[in-house]
């Protein structure tokens, strides 16, 4: 059995890895938000274009409707891609 000595010290250790899993868990979300915001202000003025040429009678077929297309498509898979990688070594 422990003694309160002991129990209080126990105490504080668990109170001192919790908190550091609550600032590794708030360091995540704040990495994940930068990032967020970072592909928003990437791939927002190239989605304005596609919609900016659609909109204005421009063909899909044209070559920089095509390009801004592509673009925003694969920049939204790489995204994807690295959270999905992200998810999966956190997980293992």
Do not use: Y
């Not at 990032?35 to 063909?59: K, M, S, T, V, Y």
């Not at 995204?79 to 293992?92: D, E, F, T």
């Amino acid at each position: 059995m422990l003694d309160p000595k002991q129990s209080k010290e126990r105490q504080k250790r668990l109170l001192g890895v919790m908190q550091e899993q609550k600032a590794g868990h708030r360091r995540s979300r704040s990495v994940a938000l930068a990032c967020a915001l970072i592909a928003f202000l990437l791939l927002a003025p190239a989605a304005w274009r596609i919609a900016q040429d659609l909109i204005g009678g421009d063909l899909f077929s044209d070559v920089p409707t095509q390009f801004t297309f592509w673009f925003c498509f694969l920049g939204l898979a790489l995204i994807a891609a690295v959270l999905v990688a992200g998810w999966a070594r956190n997980k293992s």
